[in-house]
């Protein structure tokens, strides 16, 4: 039920299971103004980018933005640039209902800001007690909102889907034309010249989500010290043969609460979008007909879609682990499976993704892979994130070498790069790559624009998987990481041993 004869805008984000739970009002408001912020700073580098048509030259218009209860942005360049129409339920001007007998302080207010125009809301209309703001522009649209939910909290959500951002216009657009409807026509025809095939871009999102995250406060995270920081010196191989602890909430690093949960409606929100592209282009690639180099084509928007959704998608579990409150849910995920099914359908991507970076990726198996526990439809997606970070962090023309070894009651797969006795000095010298923390689960490589889970959120999503991850920084080889799995029996473990030692007879 709604609260009023129309719906409200939070109402309307709430029944598309947008709305983000946040735990304290001060929160929420904050994720306000970070998104307003960064909405800003889109803008404005979208404005640089794009050419205005005649028609925009024309009006000085290039963009929409119906906000609440006062305008919202304050450049300059996009007050001169975006027609701005502000709903207001104080003061209430009952001459309004009647556009052309406004009084003298009104029309002088229009003749001075001609880009900007106030629209009432009655006073017992619920959208009044709203903070909310539409963007319409050519490239993107956009609904961000700010509204006490029925616990008396305040709860932010924000959405780029344009069928959402339709059905908040019309929202509005029913309040236009109930207390001002000469305005509606005229309100209603600017819309639709931004809404006419617009498809939400993934390179817009991305600008986004690295805008907002660059304006989350900079903290100092410890767990990236070992991670390409301070160095973590150890030069003896190692067999960890510890047990794996189960997940539990209270030994994972505190989170800010607002930032982990914005990024989770970040994810969600971008994967969404990709979905649909994909969706589409694997549409079109099932007609035949179709020039080669077009289904070339295709097969590339294909395959970045779902590396992208796959990335989106372990941002949403990283950040789902840390406000998960059972425990139990993780660990009934584990099963007994099948790792070499898994590298056998990995591999070949994970060395094409390495051979777009100009580097050589080599995996050494032994002849038979025992059975692990783990999550089946998580550990490809862990793996393929930890590589993906791994290659980004050599320089082009270097090589890798992927160890798949038996390890006494554990698997162990390490990655170390492949370094030639005339390239131990060059090695040696290297210093790590730089990395940023951003928030409590990201962080920033500069040299290579890329944001990625951290080392803290990446060894909690291993151990949430039943395995474990050992980052060391060697000086003779550089980074060099460790992940170890468990085995599925005892059984298994005295055939992983046995095959470990016949291995080590015939090299002997």
Aim: charged content about 20%; proline content about 6%; glycine content about 4%.
């Amino acid at each position: 039920m709604y609260k009023w004869i129309l719906p409200s805008l939070s109402e309307v984000l709430a029944a598309n299971h947008i709305n983000m739970a946040v735990g304290s009002s001060a929160k929420a408001e904050r994720q306000w103004r970070l998104s307003i912020a960064v909405t800003e700073k889109l803008l404005l580098n979208t404005l640089t980018r794009t050419s205005p048509s005649p028609k925009d030259q024309k009006n000085n218009n290039r963009g929409l933005v119906l906000a609440a209860p006062a305008p919202v942005f304050s450049q300059l360049k996009l007050i001169h640039n975006l027609e701005t129409i502000t709903f207001t339920a104080k003061p209430f001007n009952p001459l309004a209902l009647m556009p052309f007998q406004m009084p003298t302080v009104v029309e002088s207010e229009i003749e001075t800001s001609t880009n900007e125009a106030i629209l009432p809301l009655l006073a017992a209309d619920p959208l009044g007690k709203e903070q909310f703001c539409l963007v319409f522009t050519p490239k993107f649209q956009l609904v961000l909102v700010l509204a006490e939910n029925e616990n008396g909290e305040k709860v932010f959500s924000f959405s780029f889907e344009p069928e959402i951002v339709q059905q908040a216009w019309k929202i509005l657009g029913a309040r236009v034309m109930m207390v001002n409807p000469d305005e509606f026509t005229y309100l209603a025809e600017l819309v639709q010249e931004y809404c006419d095939d617009v498809t939400p871009d993934f390179r817009i999102l991305m600008e986004f989500s690295q805008l907002l995250l660059a304006e989350f406060p900079e903290e100092e995270d410890k767990s990236l010290r070992g991670y390409g920081g301070q160095e973590e010196k150890d030069n003896n191989e190692e067999i960890d043969n510890s047990s794996f602890p189960e997940y539990s909430q209270g030994a994972m690093p505190s989170c800010h609460r607002s930032d982990v949960e914005l990024l989770q409606a970040f994810a969600h929100e971008v994967r969404t979008p990709l979905a649909t592209i994909r969706t589409v282009t694997r549409m079109l690639l099932k007609h035949k007909d179709l020039p080669a180099n077009v289904m070339k084509r295709l097969e590339m928007i294909d395959r970045e879609c779902t590396e992208q959704i796959d990335r989106m998608e372990l941002l949403f579990r990283a950040a789902e682990l840390e406000t998960s409150t059972s425990t139990n849910t993780v660990g009934s995920q584990l099963a007994p499976m099948c790792l070499e099914q898994v590298l056998k359908q990995s591999i070949p991507r994970w060395q094409q993704a390495a051979s777009r970076r100009n580097l050589t990726l080599d995996v050494v198996l032994p002849q038979k892979l025992p059975t692990v526990v783990s999550n089946p439809n998580m550990l490809d997606r862990v793996l393929t994130n930890l590589i993906e970070n791994f290659t980004r962090s050599l320089p082009a023309g270097s090589q890798i070498q992927v160890h798949v070894i038996p390890a006494g009651n554990q698997l162990k797969l390490q990655l170390l790069p492949q370094i030639n006795d005339e390239d131990t000095a060059t090695a040696a010298s290297c210093t790590p790559p730089i990395r940023k923390a951003i928030g409590q689960l990201l962080m920033f490589q500069p040299e290579t624009g890329t944001i990625s889970l951290n080392l803290a959120a990446t060894k909690h999503l291993f151990q949430a998987i039943g395995g474990k991850l050992i980052v060391r920084q060697r000086p003779q080889q550089g980074e060099v990481m460790t992940v170890f799995l468990p085995l599925n029996s005892v059984e298994d473990s005295a055939i992983t041993v046995g095959m470990e030692r016949l291995k080590g007879e015939r090299l002997a």
